[in-house]
């Protein structure tokens, strides 16, 4: 596993001051800080008490005087809403930039601090975030400041959290435990990523101070950088082992690792473009691009054995593409000394800058300098005035858009194109085979119908009073007794039908037997169909006699049982020289028979109240015995079973009396 530690010793600023320089003049030149290429295409830096916005072509659009030094590792940040927020003597600077012209850029201070000799109250970092207009701040040893942008504090964090019910942080030493990083924030997430002296990462959400998780890297090492994605990935810069780490954001878990080269400096940080590739540069002149799985692509426009890449690239206006600078070296050495990377030269002889996009690994443009384009740049315009670097002449390239055939798009956009990176977490319950699931599922289905129906028949028999305490065997046993009772009812109903025709006459004995018997199957019926089976078997009256009545020509016989049910049983005699009108109509007749007072019905059957009866004869036409239908004034439809025995008909008919409510 090779290791970095870098000697490099580049007089690339000597280099370009001596291209800017002219003969026979004394020119001071100033220092510039790191730059922050704006939304509105200008470049601003710091250089010692002045804020510089220049155009893309060099020239100052205006100065801000800051009556404070700002920091020169530090770069302004986007703020939102066209302010920067920076870094100036322990102070942190909110500066408004100019609104459509009408106004000049102002500056305040949002909150200062106080640093002791020991590095207490020290800002290390600064980050905002332009979803919530928060501002954040990691104070050394004091931990980590959430303001508004007003500069009213929202909430603060230490490396060390009781959270529930559980101390979380610094497991390894409590006693000098402290943020050291500088917080970055992941848009797509909302959530915040700082370090601690002993090699854990935290990440905590932009709105509360607690801690999502926390993941201990001292493995790999207690010094590196963070680098947020915003694609689902965190990304984690290990110089001493040059190594590349992608984390999950929601976990905190390392996904994969990459091997890279030695790098520059320890605080070197990579670059994240649209498509989710994720490019770093390194001192053996290659540039290391890795997928959003980790699959490595490695780039050099020069000859990597002569050349370093010692500047972190930009992001054209596109997000797809990026900007590197690729610095051939005079003398270059490269040499390993146990599992530490030492790199050398004499001097720089030229910088070679490229558009190059990583997912495609394709080059839009390629331009080197000195040379009549970057030259001309620098002359005649203000940065001439000024010391730069490759990272000051790489920011104004990639303002100018210099080379890019691309659609510039708004950071909305290069945002959404990022986020819709991220994975939905989806939480996989069972991983085995699909055939077995839905064989389960069906198998559980069947069982959960079977005890629906066996609640439902427990409920239906065992919920009513009478078969509580009641053997069901002895139930059962009842119902089939009461089968063999209704078949042996039907041999003796059909038996005595045949007899009565064989005889060709009914006597009035024989028509009372047939009445009770046809009551008492119909009780059985009653008792297997409905009530008998729900428990409720009460014993039934004893039915009424046969009551006759007779008018001459036609003898009925009526009995009426416990459920106010009638069955009335009428002779009719046939006598072709009465019924001279019928058969010659050919018609059916009524004759109808109304019980008026309370004779004879009412002197030996139950108090109910008279009815209304219609006895059907048939027509010659119809057959000696055949059953059709009636309807009382009630508009009630009756059964009549007529039969004829000799030269007699006789009429079977059922119906439900009325009761009598008058």
């Known amino acids: 596993m090779a290791v970095f530690q870098s000697l490099v010793l580049l007089g690339f600023l000597v280099f370009l001051a001596s291209t800017q320089s002219q003969p026979g003049k004394e020119v001071s030149y100033r220092r510039l800080s790191r730059s922050l290429i704006g939304h509105d295409g200008k470049v601003y830096a710091c250089s010692e008490n002045d804020l510089l916005a220049f155009e893309s072509n060099g020239t100052i659009a205006w100065t801000l005087h800051l009556n404070y030094t700002c920091s020169f590792d530090m770069p302004p940040i986007h703020g939102g809403k066209e302010k920067i927020y920076l870094v100036a003597e322990n102070r942190v600077l909110k500066v408004s930039l100019l609104n459509n012209g009408t106004s000049k850029p102002s500056a ?8 002791t000799k020991e590095g207490d109250g020290a800002i290390v970092g600064l980050a905002v975030s332009t979803v919530s207009s928060s501002v954040y701040v990691n104070i050394g040893r004091r931990g980590l400041f959430a303001y508004t942008a007003r500069g009213q504090l929202l909430w603060s964090a230490g490396p060390v959290i009781d959270q529930y019910g559980y101390q979380q942080g610094c497991r390894k030493n409590i006693a000098d435990c402290y943020f050291n990083s500088v917080p970055v924030i992941d848009q797509c997430e909302a959530s915040i990523y700082i370090s601690n002296n002993g090699g854990e990462l935290y990440s905590l959400s932009t709105r509360s101070p607690h801690f999502k998780w926390i993941q201990d890297l001292s493995s790999y090492d207690k010094v590196f950088s963070i680098t947020p994605g915003n694609n689902g990935r965190l990304y984690v810069t290990v110089p001493t082992k040059a190594l590349l780490l992608a984390l999950d954001v929601s976990s905190g878990n390392v996904l994969w690792e990459g091997r890279i080269g030695p790098l520059s400096t320890a605080d070197h940080t990579p670059i994240v473009d649209s498509n989710g590739w994720i490019s770093i540069g390194s001192l053996d002149g290659f540039l290391y691009s890795f997928s959003p799985t980790g699959v490595l692509k490695k780039f050099s426009k020069a000859a990597a054995m002569d050349s370093v890449i010692r500047v972190t690239p930009f992001l054209d206006c596109t997000g797809f593409a990026i900007y590197i600078s690729q610095t051939e070296m005079d003398g270059k050495i490269s040499h390993t000394v146990g599992e530490y990377t030492f790199v050398s030269a004499m001097k720089p002889k030229s910088v070679l800058f490229t558009l190059y996009v990583p997912a495609t690994g394709s080059i839009y443009w390629s331009g080197r300098y000195p040379g009549d384009q970057f030259s001309s740049l620098i002359s005649h315009s203000d940065l001439h005035h000024f010391i730069l670097d490759e990272r000051i002449v ?17 950071t909305r956009q290069k945002f959404m194109s990022s986020c819709s990176q991220v994975t939905p977490k989806i939480v996989n319950i069972y991983t085995g085979s699909q055939r077995a699931i839905l064989l389960f599922l069906f198998f559980e289905s069947v069982i959960l119908v079977v005890l629906a129906g066996l609640v439902r028949f427990c409920c239906i028999f065992w919920s009513k009073k009478k078969l509580q305490g009641q053997n069901l065997g002895t139930f059962l046993e009842k119902r089939r007794s009461l089968r063999l009772k209704k078949k042996a009812f039907d041999r003796t109903i059909t038996e005595l039908e045949q007899k009565a025709a064989n005889e060709a006459v009914a006597n009035d004995e024989a028509l009372e037997k047939l009445g009770s018997l046809l009551q008492e199957r119909e009780g059985i019926e009653r008792k297997l169909s409905t009530t008998y089976s729900l428990g409720r078997d009460g014993i039934s009256s004893r039915s009424k006699s046969l009551l006759p009545l007779y008018d001459g020509k036609t003898r009925s016989y009526y009995f009426q049982g416990a459920k106010k049910e009638s069955v009335t049983v009428f002779q009719t005699l046939n006598d072709t020289s009465s019924s001279k009108e019928n058969s010659s109509e050919g018609e059916s007749s009524w004759t109808s028979y109304e019980d008026k007072g ?21 027509s010659p036409s119809e057959p000696a015995s055949s059953s059709t239908g009636f309807v009382d004034h009630e508009g009630e439809v009756k059964s009549l079973h007529e039969m004829k025995i000799g030269g007699r008909s006789f009429s079977l008919k059922k119906r439900r009396a009325m009761s009598s409510t008058n």
């Open 108 to 115: 305040e201070v949002l909150l200062s601090t106080e640093p």
């Open 394 to 410: 790489l920011a104004f390239v990639a303002a100018s858009k210099t080379g890019s055939p691309l659609t510039c798009r708004s």
């Open 598 to 618: 309370k004779e004879p019905l009412e002197q030996e059957s139950s108090s109910e109240g008279g009815f209304f009866t219609r006895d059907y004869r048939r």
